[in-house]
């Protein structure tokens, strides 16, 4: 039986794949955001899931106003990288898992979740950054990916409590399907931030760890929040944070925070990270990786340390 382990949520903002990609993830700027996902590479190498599904929203590159769908998952056995305006990234190919994407879409949509199935996809930064930032820069992805795009920019986007149900649907099919694969699911997007009009740059971090406490304690209430108050608190590209519910709905209701990463750079986007495992793998090995990066222990409680950030 295939099972999902853990879950990871991440920011996927495209100047971070930038600055990997041009070399600059040491400069000053940078090497706070890089270094907050020291661990979680190294978390991700030691725990070698057989599968990524990484839920994410495509930015008018395989969608354009032409069709819009809620829900799509790729079911192709490889992905191209999309072209965003100054060429691909200098990244690999994305190797699907048809298969088990099949699996998933029978299951959901028999599930009542209307799921557009693509076999022709091209894949853009919200999908590629968070594999960056938790690969590295590698000759070739070490684990096939399933694309999970979720329409958050053309109104209306799903509610959170639409997200957080397909998550335990997207579990459900996870554990029906009778190969035995560790799955990791990627929720990806925000936190606080808004590109355009008179409140441009606008960060909450006060919001942004708010929802970080509260999906990890009690996502189905969080689930609850409606559309306007992402706008209203966080900016209007916020609401990409119902696409972390899928991720959280997709895991036991024990899971537990393993890392936890916050920061502002200079900008107009915050910088979220969060790595959560379901019962039932080994905590040792988080105890000594956490050693390795000078962590407290999960059962401690660490110093409060907060970013100088304008809310």
Not at 116 to 137: E, F, K, R, W
Not at 157 to 165: H, V
Not at 222 to 237: C, D, T
Not at 289 to 305: A, F, H, N, S
Request: aromatic share 8%; hydrophobic share 45%; with cysteine.
């Amino acid at each position: 039986m295939a099972r999902i382990v853990a879950g990871v949520a991440t920011s996927h903002i495209p100047a971070v794949g930038a600055a990997l990609d041009n070399g600059r993830t040491t400069e000053s700027y940078w090497q706070p955001v890089f270094a907050g996902y020291e661990f979680s590479k190294k978390w991700i190498a030691d725990l070698a899931p057989d599968v990524i599904i990484e839920v994410y929203n495509d930015h008018a590159t395989a969608f354009s106003l032409d069709i819009i769908p809620t829900f799509a998952i790729g079911c192709a056995p490889e992905f191209p990288i999309a072209d965003e305006g100054w060429g691909p990234r200098r990244v690999p190919p994305v190797v699907g898992h048809p298969e088990l994407a099949w699996h998933i879409a029978q299951s959901t949509i028999l599930d009542e979740f209307d799921m557009t199935i693509v076999n022709n996809m091209a894949v853009d930064h919200g999908l590629t950054v968070p594999l960056s930032l938790m690969y590295g820069q590698p000759k070739a992805w070490p684990a096939p990916v399933i694309p999970l795009a979720v329409n958050v920019v053309q109104y209306p986007p799903p509610t959170g409590n639409r997200c957080y149900n397909l998550g335990k649907a997207i579990r459900k099919a996870v554990e029906s399907y009778p190969e035995d694969l560790r799955v990791v699911v990627f929720g990806t997007g925000g936190m606080s931030h808004q590109l355009q009009g008179p409140r441009a740059g606008l960060i909450n971090a006060e919001f942004d760890n708010a929802f970080l406490d509260e999906l990890i304690a009690d996502p189905a209430h969080l689930a609850q929040r409606p559309h306007i108050e992402y706008v209203r608190e966080a900016g209007s590209e916020a609401i990409e944070l119902v696409m972390w519910l899928i991720m959280r709905g997709a895991l036991d209701d024990r899971a537990k925070e393993v890392y936890r990463y916050y920061h502002v750079p200079a900008s107009n986007t915050a910088v979220g990270h969060l790595i959560l495992e379901n019962p039932g793998l080994p905590q040792q090995r988080i105890a000594e990786t956490r050693i390795e990066y000078g962590m407290p222990q999960l059962d401690e409680q660490p110093e409060d340390v907060a970013d100088e950030v304008v809310v």
